[in-house]
């Protein structure tokens, strides 16, 4: 069993930045596949970002690339999630999640692809 808590979540003006932090315990991520997901009232979950197990493969949702990035370090069995310029429609709980069986290059972007979540942290950004 994976064990995953995410924080750094809070309250932020449009334009700011937070960065995110998935920490793990229970198994070593080292084999896994990590993925940030959000969730926005009355909306369905999303696909924000994903990092296969060596870091070397990132991927982002179209909405976040170039303001988002993900990074792992699987010494402090943690991934990160900085985001910058941050926009209200960000605006929602955010989501870590692993799997260590996830085909990644075709599913990374799929919920149903990730067997591990957390409990989710806020993120609010203010116009």
């Known amino acids: 069993q994976v064990q995953l808590v995410e924080s750094g979540g809070g309250l932020v003006q449009a334009g700011g930045s937070l960065r995110l932090s998935c920490a793990a315990s229970?198994?070593?991520?080292?084999?896994?596949?990590m993925g940030w997901f959000r969730q926005a009232p009355g909306k369905e979950r999303e696909f924000v970002a994903a990092?296969?197990?060596?870091?070397?493969?990132?991927y982002y949702a179209h909405s976040v690339k170039g303001r988002f990035t993900i990074s792992r370090d699987n010494a402090k069995n943690t991934v990160d999630l900085q985001m910058n310029n941050l926009k209200p429609e960000d605006t929602a709980a955010y989501y870590c999640?692993?799997?260590?069986?996830?085909?990644?290059?075709?599913?990374?972007?799929?919920?149903?692809?990730?067997?591990?979540w957390g409990q989710g942290t806020q993120v609010t950004v203010s116009s």
């Open positions: 999640a692993a799997d260590f069986r996830l085909n990644f290059r075709s599913d990374y972007d799929q919920v149903q692809g990730y067997v591990y």
């Open positions: 229970g198994r070593t991520l080292r084999t896994y596949a």
């Open positions: 990092i296969n197990w060596n870091g070397g493969i990132t």
